[in-house]
């Protein structure tokens, strides 16, 4: 009885989930033709070329390192924030939190856009640096830098729900105790405070760096081609280019960044309890 | 760090935090002709010109429809899978119930491929049925989580006093079990309905030339220009998100719905 239940939610999931998920991790062993057609017997040759060609490993390599550059500015970012909702009183403690995850709502298409309008090349920033007399002041769209600060925004809301959710264990009386004892502020917080949220840091960091990695409108919008990374790449070959045994090759070189990305959040996480 | 130091931080990461979303609103009242900071003026000429475009207007249209479309799927799906899940001892439970909430762990821009994929040998791109399926594999998944959670929460001591009283199953399911997890139905609805509207990624996989969904119409239009037409789309945007978390907020008490 209870299986007859599940049947149709079930079928639903093999249709849009399982089956074209093996479907593209199989497409990945075929060739691509030219003219966009596909290879009918399975080869290692997608894989081969990916492997060789050095544009696909700094396109990994960039990806990476841009997406543990978003990770720790979200999280230098979310970590006061955190902090000050987890002290403030309950009232305010609501309002806050309202605060925190009203951006979440907000679809990421809008939040490029809010980005493109405060940094590109008339928008507010680069026209208040030019009232205070900077005449050139530097592209901040159409470059990495658009792309980090607008990614560590949007992946703000993210961090600072991992942070408050790990900051259980925190307690003001141990902070009390230690300043009684005469430690200084910022010796509180590095002896007592910080040791006690690693289980919040590192979730925060997991869940920053595998949506930096695999997050596509921003980088698309305010990187305007000029930012390579695995996500536009996979875009780009599967719509402009209609090489989809590339594309889902690099779909599973993203799930592969994901698995180590996991395992090394599962190492650090016991290591730390 | 001092205490005012540490409230001014604070305060300037909230706007970092929230500048983009508040921006949208002023840009959006523009009467300039193009993108400019600060705008020479105030108007609703972009509205205006929101309403008359033909594009823009159709992608909003199919994107509402869609929405109510999903969110009416998603409940037929996942109400059944839930009550099974939630009440029903049988091995295996678990694992189900992780392959029903797998998809949100999953990047949409593989998930996204694995769609344009398959959907493109069965000529499913640019259908409805193609983006109906295509929003279902990630409203599923918060369907099914939020009214397991419901359910796992109720006294299962009335349905079986019910039952004990010789009401059948299905009566029991109508009068007893669906009333008390309608709270839980009303956040799915709103959750679904929310995710379907904002879904992106996904859908430019799965869109076509003819049907297309009103993120992705707005992504298109970014690609090209950022004039103040897509503030006012914007705000569009963060008004119905906003009127749909409110109506959620005045029938049944926002940390109800979400299980808080």
């Known amino acids: 009885m209870a299986l007859l239940l ?268 | 760090m001092g205490r005012v130091a540490f409230h001014a931080l604070v305060g300037v990461l909230f706007l970092f935090l929230l500048a983009p979303v508040i921006l949208v609103f002023p840009l959006s009242l523009s009467a300039d002709s193009s993108m400019a900071w600060p705008p020479s003026g105030w108007s609703l000429r972009w509205y205006a010109a929101l309403v008359q475009h033909p594009g823009l207007m159709a992608a909003l249209r199919n994107s509402v429809l869609l929405a109510l479309l999903v969110t009416a799927a998603a409940l037929l799906l996942a109400i059944p899978a839930a009550l099974a899940i939630a009440r029903g001892r049988f091995p295996g439970r678990e694992a189900l119930f992780a392959l029903l909430t797998a998809p949100l762990l999953l990047p949409t821009i593989v998930l996204g491929l694995a769609l344009l994929i398959l959907f493109a040998g069965y000529g499913l791109i640019g259908t409805w049925i193609g983006l109906v399926l295509a929003h279902l594999l990630v409203a599923m998944p918060y369907a099914t989580r939020v009214l397991v959670t419901a359910l796992g929460t109720l006294p299962a001591g009335l349905e079986d006093a019910a039952a004990s009283l010789g009401a059948p199953p299905a009566t029991v399911f109508r009068r007893v079990t669906l009333r008390l997890i309608l709270p839980g139905v009303a956040a799915t609805c709103a959750i679904v309905c929310l995710v379907s509207f904002d879904e992106t990624v996904i859908s430019l996989f799965v869109v076509g030339p003819r049907l297309t969904t009103f993120p992705v119409a707005l992504f298109r239009y970014v690609q090209s220009r950022t004039d103040p037409l897509v503030a006012a789309a914007a705000a569009v945007m963060i008004l119905f998100t906003l009127a749909v978390v409110i109506v959620l907020d005045r029938l049944i008490g926002l940390k109800r719905a979400v299980g808080g």
């Open chain 1, 6 to 273: 599940l049947i149709p939610a079930v079928a639903v999931n093999l249709l849009v989930f399982l089956w074209p998920m093996l479907n593209l991790a199989a497409l990945s062993f075929r060739d691509a033709l030219p003219g966009g057609g596909i290879g009918q017997v399975l080869s290692l040759g997608t894989w081969k070329d990916l492997l060789t060609d050095g544009y696909y490993w700094s396109l990994l390599l960039n990806s990476v390192v841009v997406s543990l550059i978003i990770t720790f500015a979200a999280l230098l970012c979310g970590y006061p924030i955190a902090l000050f909702v987890h002290r403030a009183s309950p009232r305010w403690r609501n309002l806050l939190m309202v605060a925190c995850i009203a951006p979440l709502l907000v679809s990421a298409v809008v939040r490029t856009y809010g980005w493109l309008v405060l940094l590109g090349d008339r928008g507010l920033l680069p026209s208040l640096l030019r009232g205070l007399g900077w005449a050139r002041p530097p592209r901040l769209v159409f470059n990495e830098v658009g792309v980090v600060v607008a990614l560590t925004e949007i992946l703000m809301p993210y961090m600072i729900l991992s942070l408050l959710a790990g900051f259980g264990r925190l307690n003001p009386v141990l902070e009390e105790a230690a300043s009684s004892l005469g430690a200084r502020p910022f010796t509180v917080f590095r002896r007592i405070v910080l040791p006690l949220t690693v289980p919040g840091i590192l979730l925060g960091c997991l869940l920053a760096f595998v949506l930096a990695v695999s997050s596509f409108i921003t980088p698309s919008l305010l990187g305007g081609g000029r930012v390579p990374l695995l996500a536009t790449e996979i875009y780009d070959q599967a719509i402009v280019s209609l090489n989809w045994p590339v594309a889902a090759a690099l779909s599973v070189i993203v799930l592969a960044v994901f698995g180590v990305a996991l395992t090394l959040y599962g190492r650090l996480s016991r290591a730390e309890a």
